[in-house]
C-alpha cells in the first residue's frame, strides 16, 4: 500500500539485507563485533593523524 502511494519499486534483496534476515544470532553478533572493531580501529588512526597534524 505505502508503494502504491509513494510510488517506488521493491528492489531485489541485498546480500545484507538476506544476511539480516537469515543469519543466526551467534552470526550476527560476530560479525557485528567485527565490524566494531574494524570501526574502532579506523577511528583510532584518524585520531592518531589528527594529533600528529596538531604538532
Not at 16 to 41: D, G, M, Q, T
Request: proline letters at 0%; charged letters at 35%; aromatic letters at 6%.
Amino acid at each position: 500500500m505505502l508503494r502504491k502511494l509513494f510510488g517506488t519499486k521493491a528492489q531485489a534483496n541485498s546480500a545484507l539485507s538476506e544476511f539480516v534476515r537469515n543469519a543466526s544470532s551467534r552470526e550476527k553478533k560476530r560479525v557485528y563485533n567485527h565490524v566494531i572493531e574494524k570501526a574502532i580501529v579506523a577511528q583510532n588512526e584518524v585520531l592518531e593523524r589528527q594529533s600528529k597534524h596538531k604538532r
